[in-house]
């Protein structure tokens, strides 16, 4: 070590360090090749049957222009299914609102998020809990707003941020309907 | 090498959760049920391993002045791999874990073992401690998410058994605390947990010494 200049011995460390992180970035590319097409089709399956589950008989993505919150629009014989995607606790949710002709909520789904788990997550958990949350929002209209914020919804325990995002979902898709007609 | 040696150190004596205090973080967050306790250890193990093996093949190579970046580093890619590999393979349990999975670069017991065993170690050696070390962080989290799951749901098997993966309902709806799946009855139960290993250990090394003091 002694024979190497300093400038050489920083060198050194900096090449080290520069080659296990290029080694790691290209393990991770490698990865992700395998599981990204995987990944996609999962949440094109996930977007399908959130389509289904909140507008029976499904729908078809039309033409829309995205705007606040929402994402897509798909239109079936019974109503839209509204892609939204409001701001969480953690991150962006992504979900599925479905609104008949006459502007009332047939039913939500959750798509992705990143809640956190046994709180925020119940709202997207198979539960009861998880089941009463989303059902209740079934057959609303006009705007809906957690009991906190003077609303109907009962929000999930320890998850207010949550269901506030759900109602601001809801809200939007509400919304974007009316405008649709 | 000693292998019951190190597996009795990881599970009891030198257990990461209840006597190390490592990976705090994720024992308080995600043991509300045992879906979650089984994924988050299963996880947490693999990833220990691996890195244990790499930091430890690597530990002639890597320079001691930047050795936590490189662990670090090695740590957070094999972190990435598992997450992307959930998502890919097991979303159910990607959706459960969220955001903990990725927060698993932070958890001091991988870093910790990194610098305090593999570093200094054999490979083979190093792969042993992950293994031990993982199953002791796994059956920490599973006993507190089992007693949090209980005390705080009603529940056993959250997430695997019963209708939906709703559990076993054992204590019947509303006599359950639902505090205790909340934050703080994650530190209630956890000292509770603490408390309670500290006295198993004191009681086998009594044990122990009986039989020696018997010989």
């Known amino acids: 070590m002694k024979t190497e200049s300093n400038v050489m011995y920083i060198i050194r460390l900096a090449a080290i360090l520069l080659i296990i992180t290029s080694l790691v970035a290209a393990a991770l590319a490698g990865v992700n090749s395998i599981t990204a097409p ?5 949440t094109a399956e996930k977007t399908q049957m959130a389509i289904e589950a909140v507008l029976p008989g499904g729908g078809e993505a039309i033409d829309f222009a995205p705007v606040d ?7 079936g014989e019974n109503g839209y299914a509204i892609e939204v995607t409001p701001g969480g606790f953690d991150n962006t949710i992504t979900m599925m609102v479905g609104v008949d002709f006459e502007g009332k909520v047939l039913g939500i789904d959750i798509i992705k998020h990143t809640e956190t788990a046994g709180l925020g997550a119940v709202a997207d958990a198979e539960t009861p809990a998880g ?20 609303g109907a919804m009962d929000s999930i325990t320890g998850a207010t941020i949550t269901s506030r995002a759900i109602c601001d979902g809801v809200n939007a898709a509400l919304a974007c309907v009316a405008t649709l007609g | 090498m000693n292998f019951k040696k190190q597996f009795k150190e990881g599970l009891l004596t030198k257990n990461p959760v209840t006597v190390q205090l490592l990976g705090m973080c994720s024992t ?12 988050m250890g299963l ?43 959930l998502q890919a393979y097991i979303p159910a349990l990607a959706a459960s874990l969220g955001v903990f999975i990725p927060l ?35 059956v920490a989290l599973v006993v507190v998410c089992v007693i ?20 076993i309902q054992i204590i019947p709806q509303p006599f359950p605390a639902m505090q205790i799946v909340m934050p703080v009855g994650g530190f209630l139960v956890l000292g509770f947990v603490l408390a309670g290993s500290d006295k198993l250990m004191k009681y086998l090394e009594k044990k122990s010494k009986k039989k020696e003091a018997a010989k």
């Open chain 1, 131 to 150: 089941q009463n949350f989303r059902g209740q929002f079934v057959g609303t209209s006009g705007s809906v707003a957690v009991t906190k914020d003077g």
């Open chain 2, 148 to 167: 949090r799951e209980l005390l705080g749901n009603g529940t056993f098997g959250g997430g695997l058994l019963g209708p939906g993966g709703a559990g």
């Open chain 1, 69 to 75: 919150l929402v994402s897509k629009v798909y239109k």
């Open chain 2, 28 to 39: 308080l967050a995600i043991t509300t049920s045992l879906f979650n306790g089984i994924g």
């Open chain 1, 38 to 42: 995987v990944i996609a089709r999962l």
């Open chain 2, 104 to 138: 698993i670069v932070v958890n001091c017991m991988v870093l910790g073992r990194a610098e305090g065993f593999a570093s200094k170690r054999g490979i083979l050696e190093s792969a042993v401690d992950g293994l031990c070390q993982g199953i002791g962080y796994t």
């Open chain 2, 43 to 85: 996880a947490v193990t693999v990833i220990t391993i691996c890195s244990n093996v790499l930091i430890s093949a690597l530990r002639k190579v890597i320079p001691s002045q930047v050795r936590i970046a490189a662990y670090i580093t090695i740590i957070a890619g094999f972190v990435t791999m598992v997450d992307l590999f």
